[in-house]
């Protein structure tokens, strides 16, 4: 038996992967919100957020009052509001406008 002839598992096999129909432009600047929480909520802001498909990422401008600047793809922004708004179901959270344009 040769190694072309041996048997490989479906989970193992090459993959094609289809064109996306409609290439999106790059975007020149990326989307920004700010989001205030506790500062305790934190790490589970990161986990639900990452729960999303990385449809947005976060740095922190004050750590000790948690104040989150939130980035995500213009093409994303309603993922990323939609995606907000489940997350503060779960735990209390302010999202505002970022203040600068």
Not at 64 to 85: G, I, Y
């Amino acid at each position: 038996m040769t190694p072309s002839d041996a048997y490989v598992p479906p989970a193992l096999r090459q993959r094609k992967r289809k064109p996306h129909p409609l290439p999106l432009p790059e975007p020149s600047v990326c989307g920004r919100l700010l989001v205030r929480l506790e500062a305790r909520h934190t790490a589970l802001f990161r986990f639900l957020l990452e729960a999303y498909g990385h449809v947005a990422a976060f740095s922190v401008l004050e750590p000790k009052t948690a104040l989150l600047k939130v980035m995500f793809s213009p093409h994303c922004e309603q993922a990323a509001r939609r995606a907000l708004a489940e997350i503060s179901e779960s735990i209390p959270l302010e999202v505002l406008d970022w203040p600068v344009r």
